[in-house]
């Protein structure tokens, strides 16, 4: 369900909440559908449990998951998308850093939009 790359130089609680926002897009991962515990989920992926308490509570922060006490934790089946200013900047950043990066590897934007129709449609 979640792999982390233990050598990538972004926190591994990012990686986790990248990890089941990726699952909810794509379907593996349904509103209504029962997150494992916070220690199943660290003994499976052998992380510290509070690195995974954190990012479920950044998950729970941005609606994508809920917690019902004495239940368990569950894909949201209420969330709503809102667009978040300051994230969309700094996608916004990123997207530039790409067009510099493949304008010096050759890469023209018809092909760059290619690209990101091919990496879309995955979802």
Known sequence: MINIDSRSSKPIYEQIIERIKENIIKGILKPGDKLPSVRELASAITI?????????????????????????????????????????????????????????????????????NEIYSEF
């Open 48 to 116: 510290n449990p509070n690195t995974i308490s954190k990012a479920y509570n950044e998950l729970e922060r941005m609606k994508a998951i809920e917690v019902i006490r004495g239940k368990g934790t569950f894909v949201s089946e209420n969330f709503k998308p809102v667009i978040n200013e300051e994230k969309l900047m700094t996608i916004k950043e990123h997207m530039k850093e790409i067009i510099i990066e493949a304008h010096y590897i050759g890469v023209n934007k018809d092909k760059l939009i290619d690209i990101l």
